[in-house]
């Protein structure tokens, strides 16, 4: 993989190339990076499990020494992959307060801020349909005793 990013690249195994390319990707690919899951009402009523997050989003947080506290995201900044909550501050030794910074992997959106409406439009169309339940096919596993690994006859 070169230095600057490469659109063509696809994956890889290597765990450098992965953080590489995460590191040189441009903005509007790193947004793609700011996924967060969706509560159940919302997945079910959006059909999605996670989506971006934006500002002014209610979140809850699922990880860490904030485990369970909720708040409105503030800012989000792209470039490091981060977010901020409202009202949830860490507090210094020396007694000062500073905002914390969360993973947006590590929330839970619980209300969406739904202002944009190209937001919620997603790329595929999703038809719910009543699926029948019918009995499952009963699928033979018959296995041919008379080959052995190489193929070769016994």
């Not at 995460?22 to 509007?28: F, I, L, S, T, Y």
């Not at 029948?132 to 070769?152: C, L, Q, R, Y």
Request: proline fraction near 3%.
């Amino acid at each position: 993989m070169k230095s600057e990013f490469n659109k063509t690249w696809n994956s890889s195994k290597q765990p450098r190339k992965q953080i590489k390319f995460r590191a040189n990707a441009p903005n509007h690919i790193k947004r793609t990076f700011m996924g967060a899951t969706l509560d159940k009402p919302l997945r079910e009523k959006y059909c999605r499990r996670n989506i971006e997050v934006r500002k002014g989003d209610e979140v809850k947080i699922m990880r860490g020494n904030f485990k369970g506290k909720q708040g409105k995201v503030g800012v989000v900044d792209i470039k490091r992959t981060r977010i901020q909550v409202d009202g949830i501050q860490r507090t210094k030794q020396g007694g000062e307060k500073l905002e914390t910074w969360f993973h947006p992997s590590k929330v839970k959106i619980i209300i969406l801020n739904a202002d944009d409406k190209k937001r919620l439009k997603s790329g595929k169309k999703i038809i719910k349909t009543e699926v029948k339940e019918t009995a499952p096919e009963k699928i033979s596993t018959k296995v041919d005793k008379t080959k052995t690994k190489m193929g070769a006859k016994k």
